[in-house]
């Protein structure tokens, strides 16, 4: 399982030896680097993007969390996490569609002071050792995150919520029919049953279109991963070859899980489309 990591520096001459760091541990093997972002904390307290390395389907983990992170953190000093660990954190969650924890955002707001900068990057490590070794070198802590894809589970629950609520409205209708009322108020329940019916189908839709958008993502980020791995076992020592082989082999079965979890909620949403 890839993981973000968190990397904050006091100064801009630091960040670049950092990302130095990183490109070196790359290129030996140590640990893959799927991406890498620079971002400072303004005296206001808003996270800003210096610089970014998250094109394509490559970076799409990152490019979440880097823009999650900033839309986030675009309030004052302190207001973030009050936002995200407060009864309002189901939402903050479905806005950033990433399963990060509320420790995380607390180490960001902790570690990430205003004037100060932090690499944030998107990797695949056997051990720990390697990269906070180097980052300790200069003055920089390493907070790590699981990079856990759970929108796709929550796509799934939401299917079935808005599944059995079409159920519902359904049911609601042809009991009304049953229902002696007066004709003018019948017809008026029957037309907001209707809306509501088709409302709710509307929002199947949406869910069915991006079920195949985000099998369609993840599929290409998948052969994106597979070939920046081949390309660096091709350059690699033989021991380095052996660990970038496991990381294949872990990339390939959290993308099969992902994509089974998509296709089961896109089919489950296509039941219940049909008429």
Same mark, same amino acid.
């Given at each position: ?6 990397? $904050? ?5 630091? !960040?670049?030896e ?5 490109? @070196? ?7 893959? !680097?799927? *991406? ?13 993007? !210096? ?14 969390? $880097?823009?999650?992170? $900033? +839309? ?9 996490? *009050? ?16 399963? !990060? ?10 570690? #990430? ?25 200069? *003055?920089?802590? %390493?907070?790590?995150?699981d ?8 796509? @799934?629950? &939401? ?19 049953? %229902? ?12 907001? #049953?209707t809306?509501?019916i ?6 199947? @839709?949406?869910?069915?279109? &991006? ?6 993502? +993840? +599929? ?6 597979? @070939? ?5 076992a091709?350059?690699?020592s033989?021991?380095? &070859? ?34």
């Amino acid at each position: 399982m890839s993981k973000f990591a968190l990397m $904050v520096f006091t100064d801009k001459k630091k !960040v670049y030896e950092g990302i130095h760091a990183l490109q @070196e541990l790359h290129a030996e093997g140590s640990l893959t !680097v799927w *991406g890498m972002a620079i971002l400072q904390r303004e005296a206001g307290g808003k996270i800003a993007i !210096v610089k970014r390395d998250d094109d394509g389907p490559i970076g799409t983990g990152l490019g979440a969390l $880097v823009g999650s992170l $900033v +839309s986030l953190f675009g309030g004052p000093v302190g207001a973030a996490v *009050g936002v995200a660990v407060g009864a309002t954190a189901g939402g903050v969650r479905d806005l950033l569609h990433l399963g !990060v924890s509320d420790d995380f955002l607390a180490a960001v707001e902790r570690d #990430l002071a205003p004037g100060k900068f932090a690499v944030v990057a998107e990797i695949s490590e056997e051990w720990i050792v390697p990269l906070d070794a180097c980052m300790d070198e200069l *003055g920089a802590k %390493v907070v790590r995150e699981d990079r856990l894809e759970f929108a796709e589970d929550t796509l @799934e629950k &939401r299917v079935n919520a808005r599944k059995a609520r079409l159920a519902q409205l359904k049911s609601e209708r042809d009991q009304r029919k049953k %229902v002696r009322a007066g004709a003018k108020a019948e017809a008026m329940m029957q037309q907001l #049953l209707t809306e509501e019916i088709e409302d709710e189908r509307r929002k199947l @839709e949406r869910m069915a279109d &991006r079920s195949d958008e985000q099998l369609e993502s +993840s +599929s290409q980020e998948l052969n994106a991963k597979v @070939e920046a791995l081949l390309a660096q076992a091709s350059s690699a020592s033989p021991e380095a &070859r052996i660990r970038i082989g496991r990381r294949l082999g872990e990339v390939r079965s959290e993308f099969a899980e992902r994509q089974q979890e998509l296709e089961r909620a896109l089919k489950l949403t296509r039941q219940a489309l049909r008429p």
